[in-house]
Nanobody, 115 residues
């Protein structure tokens, strides 16, 4: 089992920045990759960014050049630096950890970008 706790969401004006953090606990040695997803009201949950054990990253096109995913030294922490935020980035952001074929999710943190 893996537990995930997110922090760092909030309200920010368009053009501003936020940094999300996610700390994993439990069987962290089974984690192959971590990432961030988001879900806006009335929309499906979508992948935002991922980072694997080797440090390779991937981003949805809409955030490339604005968001950066990184992991901490202990590898059980993942960050999402969000710059140049837009109102369309408003959503609940969920931390995800992949352990073999199992997906674990955090409780979500709200990010609201005002215009």
């Amino acid at each position: 089992q893996v537990q995930l706790v997110e922090s760092g969401g909030g309200l920010v004006q368009a053009g501003g920045s936020l940094r999300l953090s996610c700390v994993a606990s439990g069987n962290i040695f089974s984690i192959n990759a971590m990432g961030w997803y988001r879900q806006a009201p009335g929309k499906e949950r979508e992948l935002v960014a991922t980072i694997n054990k080797g440090g390779s990253t991937d981003y949805v096109d809409s955030v490339k050049g604005r968001f950066t995913i990184s992991s901490g030294n202990a590898k059980n922490t993942v960050y999402l630096q969000m710059n140049s935020l837009k109102p369309e980035d408003t959503a609940v952001y969920y931390c995800n950890a992949k352990s073999y074929i199992i997906n674990y999710w955090g409780q979500g943190t709200q990010v609201t970008v005002s215009s």
